[in-house]
């Protein structure tokens, strides 16, 4: 389902866009906004993007990626992404989506586009019948904090995030 909106609340800097399901012809787009997204944690950029364009086209959008992916534009400009997972969680017997990223170009933060891409999840999630969304957002995010704020969500600070990655996930499949 492709939603045409203005992004809101700010929607005076933002022209009329759309909101739409990204596909594997996204992947360069997509690509694109994950090195800017690099670029706005402070990461390098570890791979080239016709690299991380193929990387994206094959995995996101594998059969079985469990990852669906909005993409917000205007005309043939990219604003921004929201990647998620509709997954079951058996301790409530219910379906819930998470957000892995929500991503906006430095161009049109604050211009509503955010909204936008949220907006059209909570949707979705109506219309599966979810009724819960759970995402994290970086603690020194105080930009990202106050936006989600605004949202009016439940601020679970009882969950604390772990991640295994590259050698110490190596070193325990290891021993």
């Known amino acids: 389902m492709d939603t045409k909106q203005q992004a809101q609340p700010n929607a005076g800097r933002t022209p009329e866009m759309l909101v739409r399901p990204a596909g594997p012809e996204d992947a360069e787009a997509l690509a694109w906004l994950a090195q800017e997204l690099h670029g706005y944690y402070g990461l390098p950029t570890r791979y080239q993007r016709s690299f991380m364009t ?3 086209a094959a995995g996101a959008f594998a059969e079985n990626s469990g990852l669906e992916i909005l993409l917000a534009e205007s005309g043939d400009t990219v604003l921004g992404f929201l990647a998620f997972s509709e997954i079951f969680a058996l301790a409530s017997c219910q379906k819930s989506i998470f957000i892995q990223d929500l991503f906006v170009t430095r161009k049109t933060r604050g211009s509503g586009v955010g909204y936008g891409l949220m907006r059209a999840l909570f949707e979705r999630a109506r219309e ?9 957002a970086d603690p020194w995010n105080d930009d990202a904090r106050a936006f989600y704020d605004r949202l009016g969500p439940l601020l679970s600070s009882e ?3 772990y991640r295994l990655n590259g050698d110490r996930l190596s070193l325990l499949l290891k021993s």
């Open 128 to 136: 599966r019948g979810i009724g819960q969304i759970d995402w994290t």
């Open 54 to 56: 193929q990387a994206i």
């Open 159 to 161: 969950k604390i995030l």
